[in-house]
């Protein structure tokens, strides 16, 4: 299992039936895989679609039918297309259960930047912001350091941010976190790695809550 | 197809070489569409043919290199792109840092309301989108009833390029899955509007219940072909 | 013919092919009646009807079909429905070639007056004043003075403005005038009426063009 | 009727009586309806016998007397309207005139705006209607690109009642003929959302292009009969 399959099985266990949910493009795509079958649930895409199912193969991929990264989708029962002001309605209206979302850097109070590097990387805002400062929920799903070994999360934020204290969980290969009242807390433990690595690797004042780290 | 009646003017159904040299040099094109699905790629293809330039072009995001308006941009056609995001489009990202094309950014569905708050003869909406982050900079922040507001204004624009899955001859358009989008937001959002479509039927051969687009808002509507090089599936989007 | 008809249908000779009209409640709705069959219009109406056709019978009525005023009505081919969002979307977006409304004072400069007599009359505000506003050009018909014999076309509207300099037209049973740059003109006269029957009961300054006026 | 199934999140189908028991004293209702299309009658008739009081009612228009919101007004049951016009309803012009309900009175466009702009999760819109009439002198007015204009809160409420044509047991929802009107915009911008249906369908029921109003705006959907006292003709206003 790869660590990026390893965080989405995790982020997977969040999601329980009824929830409406959107999957930022990269990483979350990979979280329905391995929802449970039982799992009834909505996956928004941000350019127009509610209910969006499997990926579509090759047999049954439909030209106009895609998400939001430009897969191609099938739908389940029950979708509905609309246009892309009713789409961030439910974005902005608060309709989202769980908004799943990279990041560059989060900070300690649950700040997320993952849209801008000035001078080096700038492809536009897209639905980020709405969705960082308007899901219910926002769980961040993301490799814990950045390809240099740097800690992604941090005490303040230093890329400009994408919304302020909008994060809610973090999860990443080594470990979940969350974020209550401007606080980080260390919730569990990747079974591969332990307190001491989660220490080193992080750059963010956590806390822990009670003795036992549960393991994931 | 249906044939070309100049005496109705009930009919809107106009010609594909009539429809583009509408459409001139200097103006601002809303171009529907959200990656392949629902850009209207015949009436680009002509807006590329037609020599027209210094084009601003308002759009979801600029397609994918070779495709759509990415081939406005790569000509060198469109002075500014106002636009939510270039997330596939590396060619359009290097452009714009090599300062070949303006590009203005706003959140997709601040973009939206904007389009489609012009549509709808607003001024602009209100909305707490952005306001801690360096997008506020460059807005009017105001304090509405003690929160911080962005006030943000409307966007019209003298043409809209619409792709329909089908129009009957007065101009109703009806959209279908993912290619909805900006699409009907745009078709009332400009003083020409010219809508592509597969389909086109009578009057009538749409259920009232199911237009997306009331005929009043369009001006006019081209039958196009369903080139399978332009609208079929993208071989590297499929897992 | 009823001084009403007599307004109708001349009120009805300005409407030509392809172009969208909005009927205000009460006398604006009898002008159907008296256009050219080969007229070819769109009817909005903004309850959410582009396309309404002729006042439906007792045999044809749908409940759930009717016009702004509540009366039952049929639709054309090529109809549409929408909701009231999208409706005055039609409205404030300028489509509409021609409102008619009524009136209960037009001033000189094209102040209109419809909505308010304070303290006597306040059925709220409707779609009139998006109509008045927004309309390419507003036709007023009506009566050309009030119950009490008084002008409706005055210098300045004593009441509560619907909005200001927005009407482009007024057809009365005795006259028909426009208004160009804040200037009333005097069009047409009714064939019962003279040039000094108009001047005798029209408290508003206007203007003649040329010699000759025109009968109506 | 389909039956309920409380184990199913997913299934949204609620009894007549569990949906009216939700709505409480003192709560803001949207109620959809333009006229008798559209007006949720049933779901009027359950809030009428509930015993609640003290609503906030926010409306297109009053119905007319005895009819609809009328009913729930003439009993004393509402402390306010919200609404674009009373015109057809000379009894609640009088309770109006005798201060026995309070009116706040916006345009039928504005009211509109307003209610999408709360649904759409914005603060407000910016507007030029109305500006140079009395309705400006309790407005927020202010300069806006060198324009005179208004900034209008947004508005959503506790509770939306709905009458759709159609659902199915996800709360898809769909509209008929002018029988749209406000219940779209409604659907989206209260906290509790009810519909009434006279058909329910099974997911898959409704053409995902066709869906007016997607599920997931809708917390319950009420199966209601077609009864010709409620919705029937109103032999008056037939020519």
Same mark, same amino acid.
């Given at each position: 299992?790869?660590?990026?399959?390893?965080?989405?099985?995790?982020?997977?266990?969040?999601?329980?039936?009824?929830?409406?949910?959107?999957?930022?493009?990269?990483?979350?795509?990979?979280?329905?895989?391995?929802?449970?079958?039982?799992?009834?649930?909505?996956?928004?895409?941000?350019?127009?679609?509610?209910?969006?199912?499997?990926?579509?193969?090759?047999?049954?991929?439909?030209?106009?039918?895609?998400?939001?990264?430009?897969?191609?989708?099938?739908?389940?029962?029950?979708?509905?297309?609309?246009?892309?002001?009713?789409?961030?309605?439910?974005?902005?209206?608060?309709?989202?259960?769980?908004?799943?979302?990279?990041?560059?850097?989060?900070?300690?109070?649950?700040?997320?930047?993952?849209?801008?590097?000035?001078?080096?990387?700038?492809?536009?805002?897209?639905?980020?912001?709405?969705?960082?400062?308007?899901?219910?929920?926002?769980?961040?799903?993301?490799?814990?350091?950045?390809?240099?070994?740097?800690?992604?999360?941090?005490?303040?934020?230093?890329?400009?941010?994408?919304?302020?204290?909008?994060?809610?969980?973090?999860?990443?290969?080594?470990?979940?976190?969350?974020?209550?009242?401007?606080?980080?807390?260390?919730?569990?433990?990747?079974?591969?790695?332990?307190?001491?690595?989660?220490?080193?690797?992080?750059?963010?004042?956590?806390?822990?809550?009670?003795?036992?780290?549960?393991?994931? | 197809?249906?044939?070309?009646?100049?005496?109705?003017? +009930? $009919?809107?159904?106009?010609?594909?070489? *009539?429809?583009?040299?509408?459409?001139?040099?200097?103006?601002? /094109?809303?171009? @529907? =569409?959200?990656?392949?699905?629902?850009?209207?790629?015949?009436?680009?293809?002509?807006?590329?043919?037609?020599?027209?330039?210094?084009?601003?072009?308002?759009?979801?995001?600029?397609?994918?290199?070779?495709?759509?308006?990415?081939?406005?941009?790569?000509?060198?056609?469109?002075?500014?792109?106002?636009?939510?995001?270039?997330?596939?489009?590396?060619?359009?990202?290097?452009? +714009? $840092?090599?300062?070949?094309?303006?590009? *203005?950014?706003?959140?997709?569905?601040?973009?939206?309301?904007? /389009?489609?708050? @012009? =549509?709808?003869?607003?001024?602009?909406?209100?909305?707490?989108?952005?306001?801690?982050?360096?997008?506020?900079?460059?807005?009017?922040?105001?304090?509405?009833?003690?929160?911080?507001?962005?006030?943000?204004?409307?966007?019209?624009?003298?043409?809209?390029?619409?792709?329909?899955?089908?129009?009957?001859?007065?101009?109703?358009?009806?959209?279908?899955?993912?290619?909805?989008?900006? $699409?009907?937001?745009?078709?009332?959002?400009?003083?020409?509007?010219?809508?592509?479509?597969?389909?086109?039927?009578?009057? @009538? =051969?749409?259920?009232?219940?199911?237009?997306?687009?009331?005929?009043?808002?369009?001006?006019?509507?081209?039958?196009?072909?369903?080139?399978?090089?332009?609208?079929?599936?993208?071989?590297?989007?499929?897992?």
């Amino acid at each position: 299992m790869s660590y990026k399959q390893r965080i989405a099985e995790r982020a997977a266990r969040t999601v329980s039936t009824g929830m409406t949910i959107n999957l930022g493009i990269g990483l979350p795509t990979l979280i329905p895989c391995y929802l449970d079958q039982e799992v009834q649930l909505l996956i928004h895409s941000e350019n127009g679609v509610l209910g969006a199912g499997k990926a579509a193969t090759q047999e049954n991929a439909h030209p106009m039918q895609i998400d939001a990264g430009g897969g191609y989708i099938t739908v389940n029962k029950g979708a509905s297309f609309f246009d892309s002001a009713t789409s961030f309605a439910i974005v902005r209206g608060g309709r989202l259960d769980i908004a799943f979302l990279g990041a560059l850097e989060v900070s300690e109070k649950g700040d997320l930047a993952n849209w801008i590097i000035p001078g080096k990387f700038a492809p536009g805002i897209g639905g980020g912001m709405e969705l960082a400062q308007k899901a219910r929920k926002l769980i961040v799903v993301t490799s814990h350091c950045t390809k240099k070994g740097q800690s992604k999360l941090i005490p303040e934020c230093t890329l400009p941010v994408t919304a302020k204290k909008c994060v809610d969980m973090i999860i990443t290969e080594l470990a979940v976190f969350e974020i209550k009242n401007d606080e980080l807390f260390l919730l569990e433990i990747a079974r591969e790695s332990s307190l001491d690595e989660i220490t080193e690797k992080t750059a963010a004042r956590f806390r822990i809550r009670g003795k036992e780290i549960p393991e994931f | 197809m249906l044939p070309l009646n100049a005496d109705n003017k +009930m $009919n809107k159904l106009t010609s594909y070489t *009539e429809a583009i040299s509408l459409i001139k040099s200097e103006q601002s /094109i809303m171009v @529907g =569409g959200f990656g392949n699905p629902g850009t209207p790629m015949t009436l680009i293809e002509g807006l590329l043919k037609s020599g027209v330039r210094n084009l601003t072009i308002i759009k979801n995001e600029a397609n994918e290199p070779g495709i759509g308006i990415s081939r406005l941009v790569e000509k060198g056609i469109v002075r500014k792109l106002i636009i939510s995001h270039l997330g596939l489009n590396s060619r359009v990202i290097e452009m +714009m $840092n090599n300062k070949q094309v303006e590009i *203005e950014f706003h959140p997709q569905g601040i973009l939206a309301e904007k /389009i489609r708050s @012009g =549509g709808a003869g607003l001024l602009g909406i209100i909305t707490d989108i952005g306001v801690d982050t360096i997008i506020a900079d460059t807005r009017k922040v105001v304090d509405f009833y003690g929160q911080k507001a962005i006030l943000e204004k409307s966007i019209r624009a003298d043409v809209a390029l619409i792709h329909a899955a089908a129009a009957d001859t007065l101009g109703n358009l009806c959209y279908t899955k993912t290619a909805f989008n900006f $699409n009907p937001l745009m078709a009332q959002a400009a003083d020409l509007v010219i809508a592509e479509t597969f389909e086109v039927l009578e009057p @009538g =051969g749409i259920d009232p219940d199911h237009v997306h687009t009331p005929c009043v808002f369009v001006d006019h509507v081209v039958h196009v072909e369903n080139n399978p090089r332009l609208y079929g599936v993208l071989a590297h989007h499929v897992l």
